[in-house]
């Protein structure tokens, strides 16, 4: 996709300039969220928020956004484009920079997802190699305006989500085993229906190399999609079931998977109330401050299902129309969502309906991420 620089660097710093109140600029980084989202009239942009629903930034997107990368040092944000997009913006919630857009190469595309290295040095993508059909993790330097300087194979087709683990030398990539190309079905269209294959591979960051990997057996019609890592490294994993894909219909498969090192993928067994809030596909999954709890969404279902990472075990399900969003909340166990609706609630793992925080005109996009913890 060709982006218009001098219209969109216009409508970027209009954006950057906007007003904020004091108690917004002096505001913790920690209770500060962002996501994508688009307008009433249309237009998309990415936002860092209060739980109120109060914006301290926002930056026009020349299109719509996906998910957002935080640097774990200086709390600069990324956000990249849904796939098959190309580009990716940075900025800040001070605003102390004006708003950076860069693009994966003429042969690639973003699938959405990014994170930081620990010192912040680094930005790794989730991208598509879509002439080769594989998988790749883009690395671009952060501190020379985002210039591609590498990649390494994910060891998969279709990378979508990834996190690093605990010490930050090891990356755990959800695999969705999708095989897309821009130039069928706006890049969307799943070009490999009979025989996907979706997997969870760890890579060592410095090499490339992969260290492990654990794959759903092909031909089913399940794709891996979105992870959080917890504070032991036990990684919390949703997937989808692929439409039109065999066994799609009427299919029973587990949604949420957990994850230790050397150990075999462990399927959340979902009860019918939970798999009815989940209708086959999962949004966003998230990990609450201490580590314990997990939530996953699904905007299709209007539900969210959190459960102990440890044992699996449903805690509640709430409902929420076309709830996606989802993040670690200000105390353990709570988490603040957004919905497709405008909608910012807050969560907790006891039973009762969601608490609602704020309601806006902006349509809230899939992922909302906590800029600190």
Same mark, same amino acid.
């Given at each position: 996709?060709?982006?218009?620089?001098?219209?969109?660097?216009?409508?970027?710093?209009?954006?950057?300039?906007?007003?904020?109140?004091?108690?917004?600029?002096?505001?913790?980084?920690?209770?500060?969220?962002?996501?994508?989202?688009?307008?009433?009239?249309?237009?998309?942009? /990415?936002?860092?928020?209060?739980?109120?629903?109060?914006?301290?930034?926002?930056?026009?997107?020349?299109?719509?956004?996906?998910?957002?990368?935080?640097?774990?040092?200086?709390?600069?944000? %990324?956000?990249?484009? &849904?796939?098959?997009?190309?580009?990716?913006?940075?900025?800040?919630?001070?605003?102390?920079?004006?708003?950076?857009?860069?693009?994966?190469?003429?042969? &690639?595309?973003?699938?959405?997802?990014?994170?930081?290295?620990?010192?912040? &040095?680094?930005?790794?993508?989730?991208?598509?190699?879509?002439?080769?059909?594989?998988?790749?993790?883009?690395?671009?330097?952060?501190?020379?305006?985002?210039?591609?300087?590498?990649?390494?194979?994910?060891?998969?087709?279709?990378?979508?989500?990834?996190?690093?683990?605990?010490?930050?030398?090891?990356?755990?990539?959800?695999?969705?085993?999708?095989?897309?190309?821009?130039?069928?079905?706006?890049?969307?269209?799943?070009?490999?229906?009979?025989?996907?294959?979706?997997?969870?591979?760890?890579?060592?960051?410095?090499?490339?190399?992969?260290?492990?990997?654990? /794959?759903?057996?092909?031909?089913?019609?399940? *794709?891996? @999609?979105?992870?959080?890592?917890?504070?032991?490294?036990?990684?919390?994993?949703?997937?989808?079931?692929?439409?039109?894909?065999?066994?799609?219909?009427? &299919?029973?498969?587990?949604?949420?998977?957990?994850?230790? @090192?050397?150990?075999?993928? =462990?399927?959340?067994?979902?009860?019918?109330? /939970?798999?009815?809030?989940? *209708?086959?596909?999962?949004?966003?999954? $998230?990990?609450?401050?201490?580590?314990?709890?997990?939530?996953?969404?699904?905007?299709?279902?209007?539900? %969210?299902?959190?459960?102990?990472?440890?044992?699996?075990?449903?805690?509640?399900?709430?409902?929420?129309?076309?709830?996606?969003?989802?993040?670690?909340?200000?105390?353990?166990?709570?988490?603040?969502?957004?919905?497709?609706?405008?909608?910012?609630?807050?969560?907790?793992? %006891?039973?009762?309906?969601?608490?609602? =925080?704020? =309601? $806006?005109?902006?349509?809230?996009?899939?992922?909302?991420?906590?800029?600190?913890?």
């Amino acid at each position: 996709m060709a982006i218009d620089r001098r219209e969109f660097l216009f409508a970027s710093s209009a954006f950057a300039t906007l007003a904020m109140s004091p108690a917004l600029a002096r505001a913790d980084p920690a209770s500060l969220y962002a996501a994508a989202r688009r307008g009433s009239d249309g237009r998309y942009s /990415a936002a860092i928020f209060s739980p109120e629903g109060n914006d301290v930034n926002s930056v026009a997107l020349p299109a719509r956004g996906h998910d957002i990368a935080v640097c774990p040092v200086t709390r600069r944000c %990324v956000v990249f484009a &849904r796939r098959p997009g190309n580009f990716a913006t940075a900025f800040r919630a001070d605003k102390s920079e004006m708003p950076l857009t860069f693009e994966a190469p003429a042969d &690639r595309h973003f699938y959405g997802h990014g994170v930081f290295s620990h010192d912040g &040095r680094l930005l790794y993508t989730t991208e598509n190699d879509f002439e080769a059909g594989r998988g790749v993790i883009g690395i671009y330097d952060a501190t020379d305006g985002f210039r591609r300087i590498g990649e390494f194979a994910s060891h998969g087709i279709g990378p979508h989500d990834m996190a690093l683990l605990g010490q930050g030398r090891v990356l755990v990539v959800a695999n969705g085993g999708l095989k897309e190309h821009p130039d069928f079905g706006g890049g969307r269209r799943v070009l490999n229906l009979e025989a996907i294959e979706t997997s969870l591979a760890y890579i060592d960051i410095a090499t490339g190399d992969l260290l492990e990997q654990h /794959a759903i057996p092909a031909g089913g019609a399940l *794709s891996l @999609r979105h992870l959080e890592v917890a504070r032991d490294d036990t990684v919390v994993l949703g997937g989808q079931i692929v439409s039109g894909a065999p066994g799609a219909e009427g &299919r029973t498969q587990s949604l949420i998977y957990r994850h230790r @090192r050397q150990k075999p993928l =462990t399927a959340t067994v979902l009860p019918d109330e /939970a798999a009815a809030a989940l *209708s086959g596909y999962v949004s966003s999954v $998230s990990v609450d401050r201490d580590g314990l709890i997990a939530a996953a969404t699904s905007s299709k279902a209007g539900g %969210v299902v959190i459960f102990e990472i440890a044992t699996g075990q449903i805690l509640t399900i709430k409902s929420l129309e076309d709830v996606s969003g989802v993040a670690s909340g200000k105390s353990a166990g709570d988490f603040l969502v957004t919905s497709g609706m405008g909608t910012i609630a807050n969560l907790t793992p %006891v039973s009762g309906p969601a608490e609602l =925080t704020a =309601t $806006s005109n902006w349509n809230w996009d899939n992922h909302t991420v906590r800029i600190g913890r």
